[in-house]
């Protein structure tokens, strides 16, 4: 895992780069552990600013394996304690406030809050989405940059399936190429789409075993 | 189903689902590309729920087992309804899934039986497995022992049907099949009153002979769980998609392979814990059989008998080591109603030794039989030496036990009567494990809205009201408190949160009461019994007016408040000849008579102004008469008759002129033209019959509520637009009411009334306090009022209850009160008062009021931190300036004042005074992660051995408390140890290693026998004082725990934690078992606190400087009350 190893080439942008990307589960668990809007949206600036300048991803190393666990216990346990100190000196007195994601997550947590779910289950679902959205948005912006800039959403929905195979000749012609290129296309993305899929999940965990458990445990998750 | 779902698993999609795209499907193909990195072309993506299955459609979701989900489905060839099971997991099923689900299909193939499900076909499509069985209506044994109407004094029913299931299964083992999964949820009660036993989930051949001929089982390839079933030649087929069934009567499958095969896993616990042998739950492969089956009847009856599993735990862990250990509670204690015989009958089933249980089913069948011919049954009661003997055997001391047996018989009396004391001390841990989990039933009823069952759950352990009748009319209630009273604080928080607020009941009667009306005054309420009685109550005097009542057999009535008159049916006999009536409450006479033949009214309707009638019979239809022309009627003819007698519903619209009708078919309902009968509208329920309709008083909305399964209720915007389901409504509703501003709409769901703002389409508020099902709703026309009348069961009798709108009609309030900026409370021996800043001020508050009484000037106005000793007599307050002061609150002299931190004050709040005003702990203020420091108050120094250990941080004291008579202390520490301190000599006594994390807080019981501390690793332990060791641990949550206290009795523990359903936890002392939890506003609950009447218990939320206060009734207040 890059992020969490200060000696490994850029784990410092890496790390950067994950929290401003899992900002929103943060968010999503904090709110739903009873915090107000307002709140929450500190909370969670506070525990990034504070991961991001303590040495707590370069110690925890009992968590180390999978940074989704490990980045739950470290919520849980700036949430009591060093929030203690944030409300002492007057949260935002000290630093200013980055802006990460922020706008957008009440709205967005306004739709997950519909669901059921204690904290870690909503910590995990959000978790899920987010990184199949992170992977989805690159699978997208390859497309872009090779010039086919709708491509995605007329095929995004073959990247799980096929729907039914007869379609092909139909949306071939829409896109004025034959069936059998479309098939190939259609292949290629998806097999990008596993590739970036995997790797996203690279960047959280240790080892493949633990890709593999963590993809099973994210599938556990959603599917419930 | 509602909503998108994806189009490759049919799973509903979520509204932010990434790019709009199915995660699950989107995960799957990921994990697929993981295991499989070679291969270019990932299989389809996982999903159990294909929107069609092969030949299958599928209609709805219908259960979930450990395996499979079931579907209600179509099978399209033959156009039949059919269930279907599907492996849970789909495609991403292992091998051992593929080949259990196999054989379960395999086994229960071979059952042809009239109270088994039969399995029509198994096969695959397109990797998925399922199999499909008879659809059964009606509804499992669970659902219906879980519904408040079941009775569980009526055996007779019971045994009749435990009698049938025993001889299906005999069956089974006969075809040398066990079910190993029989539980309540497995044995589905049909239309006619009959079981059928289904989900062979775990079945198991019993048996190896190889048999041939027709419809035998061939011995054939093994199964794996890519194979496909052979065809053979029987009614059962197995397919595939490239392998479809040509015609209905396909030949028979094989459905077979080595009948040896053993798809168990050794060791692995299977079935459901409630219901499972000892053997099974050991996991002892070997050992079941078909005693285990017969076991498994034996529970199921006496959960029937009883109302409750054999065993219930919390944990899976507490729940099998039960099952193993301990013997269930002997069925007449929890039901004093069950027979002798059918006790004995039912415990011999649950012998923990499957030789001792009945050796096969069709003799438990046949012992039930006998019980049903009222003869005597063959078993007979194990006696108290036996029960001893056999407890003694099963204990874990298992050799010291017996040899003390064996040597109480030899040596007499004395050891006899220690083991019989024995035996009883384990009788009184059964009572309370029973109690304990009770409780815990009764909190996650509260949380399901199951009032009902709560107040059963509570009724249990109340005080005794009446002598229990020896015969006849039985009480409801199931007392078998023992001679000690087991309840608690969780008891009277739950009883405060089941009973009704803003509500009076005014009368109970024997019989469902399924009308009521207000007369025009709002000052009488019409109460009918259906098929009963119908009465006047003068509702000043809560009494029925004199002279005013008529019996009749109506179902349910109809009322004029214009003309002060009721419309009711009067027959000697249900189907008989007689007359629909007008009964004239002013005159007390008879105003008109229509004379029928052979035929029922379900409902009746007045117009608005009284001048027509509508009746819904079940023959002719709906008959409306002209009351102003001598009774002239015209009908409507109604949807073929169906369903039950007194469904359907007849509503006139506030102008008169439509007659909406509500069919008992198809959740038809019609607006009718009155002048001419002509169709104006056609509404539809998606289930049939209809039970209820209404109109707004402002015509603006017309409701409908069904009988169905799940709860059905339409409001439909008049004349036209898209109706609106209530969401939110478990149970259909027997009754609807508008309120007379067409402002709030009442619902029955079950026990509960709801409440509903249409305009904004929100529910407004849930009314609590009905026992039974809510079956009359009626607005007062002054509208302040509401009247409901409940079902009744032969034990229990229905009430009616008023409920004042203004009040009920109010948000929710929560069930604590809260002041801020008090710092910790620290109550008053007089339990009416606490102490607590305000202001800086050191002040007396009322405990009921919670309002400030008097500042205690004696400690100056510039407090930042206040901590009274446990016995009331040391206080010791922080000022602003950083000095702390030590009072004898019996001298009011101050007795030592020091300045602890030369430039802060102690945290507010984490301060306490310790060992007789001699030790005082604190931290300074605004400092993380900083150690208590411990003070000697007459020096102001750090004293040792406390003052080395914070030397270093890592085993630094985090808290600390001292026992009732000061002498003891323990300290909690960062490292996760406790330690025992001698408070006076500084000896240490104890070292425990507590927590993986930092101990949170310590509180020592009132007696001084335990400790008890909670800790960040969401522990709450327990430990023996006297013997200086473990003595067990609070059940276990995930999230940290931050505080602990004790009951003033030291029955009870209260534990603080982080949010929600664990902000609040109430445990059981002796069991170690959670009772209730309680949840309070936000999350970090510190420090809880019980006053020393034992009535309120204070969480303090250290974040915010907030304290909660839930605060109960007396005992004895609510015992008076009942």
Same mark, same amino acid.
Not at chain 1, 194 to 202: P, S, T, V
Not at chain 2, 1107 to 1112: A, L
């Given at each position: 895992?890059?992020?969490?190893?200060?000696?490994?080439?850029?784990?410092?942008?890496?790390?950067?780069?994950?929290?401003?990307?899992?900002?929103?589960?943060?968010?999503?668990?904090?709110?739903?552990?009873?915090?107000?809007?307002?709140?929450?949206?500190?909370?969670?600036?506070?525990?990034?600013?504070?991961?991001?300048?303590?040495?707590?991803?370069?110690?925890?190393?009992?968590?180390?394996?999978?940074?989704?666990?490990?980045?739950?216990?470290?919520?849980?346990?700036?949430?009591?304690?060093?929030?203690?100190?944030?409300?002492?000196?007057?949260?935002?007195?000290?630093?200013?406030?980055?802006?990460?994601?922020?706008?957008?997550?009440?709205?967005?947590?306004?739709?997950?809050?519909?669901?059921?779910? &204690?904290?870690? #289950? +909503?910590?995990?679902?959000?978790?899920?989405?987010? !990184?199949?959205? $992170?992977? =989805?948005?690159?699978? *997208?912006?390859?497309?872009?940059?090779?010039?086919?800039?709708?491509?995605?959403?007329?095929?995004?929905?073959?990247?799980?399936?096929?729907?039914?195979?007869?379609?092909?000749?139909?949306?071939?012609?829409?896109?004025?190429? &034959?069936?059998? #290129? +479309?098939?190939?296309?259609?292949?290629?993305?998806? !097999?990008?789409? $596993?590739? =970036?899929?995997?790797? *996203?999940?690279?960047?959280?965990?240790?080892?493949?075993?633990?890709?593999?458990?963590?993809?099973?445990?994210?599938?556990?998750?959603?599917?419930? | 189903?509602?909503?998108?779902?994806?189009?490759?698993?049919?799973?509903?999609?979520?509204?932010?689902?990434?790019?709009?795209?199915?995660?699950?499907?989107?995960?799957?193909?990921?994990?697929?590309?993981?295991?499989?990195?070679?291969?270019?072309?990932?299989?389809?993506?996982?999903?159990?729920?294909?929107?069609?299955?092969?030949?299958?459609?599928?209609?709805?979701?219908?259960?979930?087992?450990?395996?499979?989900?079931?579907?209600?489905?179509?099978?399209?060839?033959?156009?039949?309804?059919?269930?279907?099971?599907?492996?849970?997991?789909?495609?991403?099923?292992?091998?051992?899934?593929?080949?259990?689900?196999?054989?379960?299909?395999?086994?229960?193939?071979?059952?042809?039986?009239?109270?088994?499900?039969?399995?029509?076909?198994?096969?695959?499509?397109?990797?998925?497995?399922?199999?499909?069985?008879?659809?059964?209506?009606?509804?499992?044994?669970?659902?219906?022992?879980?519904?408040?109407?079941?009775?569980?004094?009526?055996?007779?029913?019971?045994?009749?049907?435990?009698?049938?299931?025993?001889?299906?299964?005999?069956?089974?083992?006969?075809?040398?099949?066990?079910?190993?999964?029989?539980?309540?949820?497995?044995?589905?009660?049909?239309?006619?009153?009959?079981?059928?036993?289904?989900?062979?989930?775990?079945?198991?051949?019993?048996?190896?002979?190889?048999?041939?001929?027709?419809?035998?089982?061939?011995?054939?390839?093994?199964?794996?769980?890519?194979?496909?079933?052979?065809?053979?030649?029987?009614?059962?087929?197995?397919?595939?998609?490239?392998?479809?069934?040509?015609?209905?009567?396909?030949?028979?499958?094989?459905?077979?392979?080595?009948?040896?095969?053993?798809?168990?896993?050794?060791?692995?616990?299977?079935?459901?814990?409630?219901?499972?042998?000892?053997?099974?739950?050991?996991?002892?492969?070997?050992?079941?059989?078909?005693?285990?089956?017969?076991?498994?009847?034996?529970?199921?009856?006496?959960?029937?008998?009883?109302?409750?599993?054999?065993?219930?735990?919390?944990?899976?862990?507490?729940?099998?080591?039960?099952?193993?250990?301990?013997?269930?509670?002997?069925?007449?204690?929890?039901?004093?109603?069950?027979?002798?015989?059918?006790?004995?009958?039912?415990?011999?089933?649950?012998?923990?030794?499957?030789?001792?249980?009945?050796?096969?089913?069709?003799?438990?069948?046949?012992?039930?039989?006998?019980?049903?011919?009222?003869?005597?049954?063959?078993?007979?009661?194990?006696?108290?030496?036996?029960?001893?003997?056999?407890?003694?055997?099963?204990?874990?001391?298992?050799?010291?036990?017996?040899?003390?047996?064996?040597?109480?018989?030899?040596?007499?009396?004395?050891?006899?009567?220690?083991?019989?004391?024995?035996?009883?001390?384990?009788?009184?841990?059964?009572?309370?494990?029973?109690?304990?989990?009770?409780?815990?039933?009764?909190?996650?009823?509260?949380?399901?809205?199951?009032?009902?069952?709560?107040?059963?759950?509570?009724?249990?352990?109340?005080?005794?009201?009446?002598?229990?009748?020896?015969?006849?009319?039985?009480?409801?209630?199931?007392?078998?408190?023992?001679?000690?009273?087991?309840?608690?604080?969780?008891?009277?928080?739950?009883?405060?949160?089941?009973?009704?607020?803003?509500?009076?009941?005014?009368?109970?009667?024997?019989?469902?009461?399924?009308?009521?009306?207000?007369?025009?005054?709002?000052?009488?309420?019409?109460?009918?019994?259906?098929?009963?009685?119908?009465?006047?109550?003068?509702?000043?005097?809560?009494?029925?007016?004199?002279?005013?009542?008529?019996?009749?057999?109506?179902?349910?009535?109809?009322?004029?408040?214009?003309?002060?008159?009721?419309?009711?049916?009067?027959?000697?006999?249900?189907?008989?000849?007689?007359?629909?009536?007008?009964?004239?409450?002013?005159?007390?006479?008879?105003?008109?008579?229509?004379?029928?033949?052979?035929?029922?009214?379900?409902?009746?309707?007045?117009?608005?102004?009284?001048?027509?009638?509508?009746?819904?019979?079940?023959?002719?239809?709906?008959?409306?008469?002209?009351?102003?022309?001598?009774?002239?009627?015209?009908?409507?003819?109604?949807?073929?008759?169906?369903?039950?007698?007194?469904?359907?519903?007849?509503?006139?619209?506030?102008?008169?002129?439509?007659?909406?009708?509500?069919?008992?078919?198809?959740?038809?309902?019609?607006?009718?033209?009155?002048?001419?009968?002509?169709?104006?509208?056609?509404?539809?329920?998606?289930?049939?019959?209809?039970?209820?309709?209404?109109?707004?008083?402002?015509?603006?909305?017309?409701?409908?509520?069904?009988?169905?399964?799940?709860?059905?209720?339409?409001?439909?915007?008049?004349?036209?637009?898209?109706?609106?389901?209530?969401?939110?409504?478990?149970?259909?509703?027997?009754?609807?009411?508008?309120?007379?501003?067409?402002?709030?709409?009442?619902?029955?769901?079950?026990?509960?009334?709801?409440?509903?703002?249409?305009?904004?389409?929100?529910?407004?508020?849930?009314?609590?306090?009905?026992?039974?099902?809510?079956?009359?709703?009626?607005?007062?026309?002054?509208?302040?009022?509401?009247?409901?009348?409940?079902?009744?069961?032969?034990?229990?009798?229905?009430?009616?209850?008023?409920?004042?709108?203004?009040?009920?009609?109010?948000?929710?309030?929560?069930?604590?009160?809260?002041?801020?900026?008090?710092?910790?409370?620290?109550?008053?021996?007089?339990?009416?008062?606490?102490?607590?800043?305000?202001?800086?001020?050191?002040?007396?508050?009322?405990?009921?009021?919670?309002?400030?009484?008097?500042?205690?000037?004696?400690?100056?106005?510039?407090?930042?931190?206040?901590?009274?000793?446990?016995?009331?007599?040391?206080?010791?307050?922080?000022?602003?300036?950083?000095?702390?002061?030590?009072?004898?609150?019996?001298?009011?002299?101050?007795?030592?004042?020091?300045?602890?931190?030369?430039?802060?004050?102690?945290?507010?709040?984490?301060?306490?005074?310790?060992?007789?005003?001699?030790?005082?702990?604190?931290?300074?203020?605004?400092?993380?992660?900083?150690?208590?420091?411990?003070?000697?108050?007459?020096?102001?120094?750090?004293?040792?051995?406390?003052?080395?250990?914070?030397?270093?941080?890592?085993?630094?004291?985090?808290?600390?408390?001292?026992?009732?008579?000061?002498?003891?202390?323990?300290?909690?520490?960062?490292?996760?140890?406790?330690?025992?301190?001698?408070?006076?000599?500084?000896?240490?006594?104890?070292?425990?290693?507590?927590?993986?994390?930092?101990?949170?807080?310590?509180?020592?019981?009132?007696?001084?026998?335990?400790?008890?501390?909670?800790?960040?690793?969401?522990?709450?332990?327990?430990?023996?004082?006297?013997?200086?060791?473990?003595?067990?641990?609070?059940?276990?949550?995930?999230?940290?725990?931050?505080?602990?206290?004790?009951?003033?009795?030291?029955?009870?523990?209260?534990?603080?934690?982080?949010?929600?359903?664990?902000?609040?936890?109430?445990?059981?002392?002796?069991?170690?078992?959670?009772?209730?939890?309680?949840?309070?506003?936000?999350?970090?609950?510190?420090?809880?606190?019980?006053?020393?009447?034992?009535?309120?218990?204070?969480?303090?939320?250290?974040?915010?400087?907030?304290?909660?206060?839930?605060?109960?009734?007396?005992?004895?207040?609510?015992?008076?009350?009942?």
């Amino acid at each position: 895992m890059a992020a969490g190893d200060p000696a490994a080439p850029g784990a410092a942008a890496a790390l950067d780069a994950l929290c401003r990307a899992y900002w929103y589960p943060v968010y999503a668990y904090v709110r739903r552990c009873g915090q107000s809007a307002i709140e929450a949206e500190d909370l969670t600036q506070s525990f990034f600013l504070h991961l991001l300048t303590s040495k707590a991803l370069a110690t925890a190393t009992p968590h180390r394996g999978r940074f989704r666990v490990f980045l739950r216990a470290c919520v849980d346990h700036f949430i009591v304690t060093c929030w203690r100190r944030e409300h002492a000196v007057k949260r935002g007195g000290r630093v200013s406030i980055l802006s990460w994601e922020r706008d957008g997550s009440e709205p967005r947590y306004q739709a997950d809050a519909l669901s059921p779910l &204690t904290p870690e #289950a +909503l910590f995990d679902r959000t978790w899920a989405d987010t !990184l199949l959205n $992170r992977v =989805l948005n690159q699978l *997208e912006a390859e497309l872009v940059a090779e010039g086919k800039t709708s491509l995605f959403d007329r095929l995004k929905d073959r990247l799980i399936g096929d729907p039914d195979a007869a379609s092909y000749a139909e949306l071939a012609d829409t896109l004025g190429t &034959t069936e059998a #290129a +479309l098939k190939m296309t259609v292949r290629r993305l998806r !097999l990008r789409y $596993r590739e =970036l899929l995997l790797r *996203e999940i690279a960047h959280t965990v240790s080892s493949r075993e633990e890709a593999d458990q963590e993809l099973q445990h994210l599938l556990a998750v959603v599917s419930a | 189903m509602n909503g998108p779902f994806c189009k490759q698993c049919g799973r509903p999609l979520r509204a932010n689902a990434p790019r709009g795209l199915c995660p699950a499907c989107l995960l799957g193909a990921g994990l697929t590309a993981l295991r499989q990195p070679s291969e270019p072309a990932a299989p389809p993506a996982p999903g159990p729920a294909p929107l069609r299955v092969g030949d299958y459609e599928l209609l709805d979701e219908v259960g979930r087992g450990g395996m499979g989900v079931v579907y209600k489905a179509r099978q399209l060839s033959l156009d039949r309804v059919v269930a279907l099971k599907l492996v849970l997991g789909g495609r991403l099923a292992g091998r051992d899934q593929a080949q259990r689900f196999r054989a379960e299909a395999q086994a229960a193939a071979n059952l042809q039986h009239p109270n088994i499900v039969a399995i029509h076909e198994v096969g695959e499509h397109a990797g998925q497995l399922f199999y499909a069985m008879d659809y059964i209506e009606g509804k499992n044994l669970a659902s219906i022992i879980s519904d408040s109407k079941f009775e569980i004094s009526n055996h007779t029913r019971s045994v009749s049907w435990m009698k049938t299931v025993a001889e299906a299964v005999h069956y089974a083992h006969e075809q040398g099949i066990l079910h190993r999964d029989l539980k309540p949820a497995n044995i589905i009660i049909d239309q006619h009153d009959q079981p059928r036993v289904t989900d062979f989930g775990l079945a198991k051949r019993l048996v190896i002979p190889p048999r041939d001929g027709p419809g035998g089982v061939p011995s054939v390839t093994p199964p794996t769980s890519s194979a496909v079933p052979a065809k053979a030649g029987a009614p059962n087929r197995a397919t595939t998609d490239s392998n479809p069934p040509d015609h209905a009567n396909a030949p028979l499958s094989t459905l077979n392979s080595p009948l040896s095969t053993s798809l168990t896993l050794s060791g692995q616990v299977l079935g459901s814990p409630s219901y499972l042998s000892p053997e099974m739950a050991e996991g002892k492969r070997t050992a079941v059989g078909v005693g285990s089956d017969v076991y498994s009847l034996g529970a199921v009856l006496y959960h029937l008998l009883t109302g409750r599993p054999p065993f219930q735990g919390e944990t899976l862990t507490a729940l099998l080591r039960q099952v193993i250990e301990t013997d269930p509670v002997a069925p007449r204690r929890l039901n004093p109603s069950i027979p002798r015989d059918l006790e004995t009958l039912c415990l011999k089933c649950l012998e923990k030794e499957p030789r001792r249980r009945y050796a096969t089913a069709l003799d438990v069948a046949d012992e039930l039989g006998r019980f049903l011919a009222d003869e005597p049954i063959r078993a007979r009661p194990a006696g108290r030496i036996e029960r001893l003997w056999r407890w003694c055997r099963r204990n874990p001391r298992l050799a010291g036990a017996m040899s003390a047996v064996v040597l109480s018989l030899m040596l007499g009396l004395v050891t006899t009567t220690w083991q019989m004391r024995r035996a009883q001390r384990s009788e009184m841990t059964a009572l309370q494990r029973a109690y304990v989990s009770d409780m815990d039933l009764a909190t996650r009823a509260l949380a399901e809205g199951d009032i009902g069952r709560v107040r059963d759950l509570l009724d249990r352990y109340a005080a005794p009201t009446k002598p229990t009748a020896p015969t006849g009319h039985r009480p409801s209630t199931i007392n078998h408190r023992p001679s000690t009273d087991l309840r608690g604080w969780e008891w009277q928080y739950l009883w405060m949160k089941s009973s009704g607020q803003g509500d009076l009941r005014l009368c109970t009667r024997r019989k469902q009461v399924s009308s009521l009306a207000f007369t025009a005054d709002s000052r009488r309420l019409l109460v009918h019994e259906r098929q009963g009685v119908t009465l006047v109550y003068d509702l000043s005097t809560r009494q029925p007016v004199p002279g005013l009542i008529l019996t009749n057999r109506s179902w349910h009535l109809g009322f004029c408040p214009v003309s002060n008159r009721v419309a009711c049916q009067v027959s000697p006999e249900p189907w008989q000849d007689g007359e629909v009536r007008l009964w004239d409450l002013e005159s007390n006479t008879t105003a008109f008579r229509h004379t029928y033949q052979d035929d029922e009214f379900a409902s009746f309707a007045f117009s608005p102004d009284g001048q027509r009638l509508a009746g819904f019979a079940y023959v002719r239809g709906v008959c409306v008469w002209d009351l102003t022309s001598e009774g002239a009627m015209t009908t409507i003819p109604a949807e073929p008759a169906a369903g039950n007698i007194w469904s359907g519903a007849v509503a006139f619209d506030p102008t008169g002129q439509t007659l909406a009708v509500g069919h008992r078919t198809n959740g038809l309902v019609r607006l009718h033209r009155v002048s001419d009968g002509r169709v104006d509208a056609e509404f539809r329920l998606p289930a049939d019959p209809v039970m209820a309709l209404a109109f707004s008083p402002d015509g603006r909305w017309l409701a409908a509520s069904a009988l169905a399964t799940n709860a059905v209720v339409r409001v439909w915007p008049l004349p036209s637009g898209e109706p609106m389901e209530l969401a939110g409504q478990s149970i259909a509703p027997l009754a609807l009411a508008f309120d007379p501003q067409s402002q709030v709409f009442a619902t029955g769901d079950g026990e509960l009334i709801r409440l509903w703002d249409l305009q904004r389409r929100r529910p407004i508020t849930t009314l609590v306090g009905h026992r039974l099902g809510v079956t009359a709703l009626a607005f007062s026309p002054d509208g302040r009022q509401l009247a409901s009348g409940s079902n009744a069961t032969g034990a229990e009798d229905a009430e009616v209850r008023l409920w004042d709108v203004a009040t009920v009609a109010r948000p929710a309030q929560p069930d604590y009160q809260v002041l801020s900026n008090i710092g910790l409370v620290a109550f008053e021996r007089d339990a009416r008062s606490f102490l607590a800043l305000a202001d800086g001020a050191v002040t007396r508050f009322d405990l009921v009021t919670l309002e400030p009484i008097e500042p205690l000037r004696l400690y100056g106005t510039n407090n930042s931190s206040l901590s009274v000793s446990k016995d009331g007599r040391w206080l010791a307050n922080a000022e602003t300036n950083g000095m702390v002061h030590v009072w004898d609150q019996e001298t009011h002299q101050e007795c030592a004042s020091f300045r602890p931190y030369p430039d802060t004050t102690p945290e507010r709040g984490t301060m306490r005074i310790l060992a007789r005003g001699r030790l005082l702990l604190s931290r300074p203020n605004n400092v993380v992660q900083h150690p208590m420091n411990l003070w000697d108050t007459r020096t102001g120094q750090q004293p040792e051995p406390w003052h080395s250990l914070n030397t270093e941080a890592r085993l630094g004291c985090i808290t600390a408390e001292d026992s009732m008579d000061g002498r003891l202390l323990a300290t909690g520490h960062f490292d996760g140890r406790v330690l025992l301190w001698d408070a006076e000599s500084g000896d240490q006594l104890a070292a425990f290693d507590a927590h993986r994390e930092c101990v949170m807080e310590v509180a020592f019981s009132p007696d001084g026998r335990w400790l008890a501390s909670a800790g960040w690793d969401g522990a709450l332990r327990l430990w023996d004082v006297h013997r200086r060791e473990a003595a067990g641990q609070f059940g276990r949550t995930e999230a940290p725990a931050y505080g602990i206290t004790f009951s003033p009795d030291g029955r009870r523990a209260a534990s603080g934690g982080l949010t929600g359903p664990v902000s609040v936890g109430i445990w059981d002392v002796a069991t170690r078992e959670h009772l209730t939890g309680l949840v309070g506003p936000g999350c970090f609950f510190f420090a809880p606190r019980f006053s020393p009447d034992g009535r309120t218990l204070a969480v303090w939320k250290y974040t915010e400087d907030v304290t909660c206060f839930w605060r109960v009734n007396a005992l004895e207040d609510i015992d008076r009350q009942k």
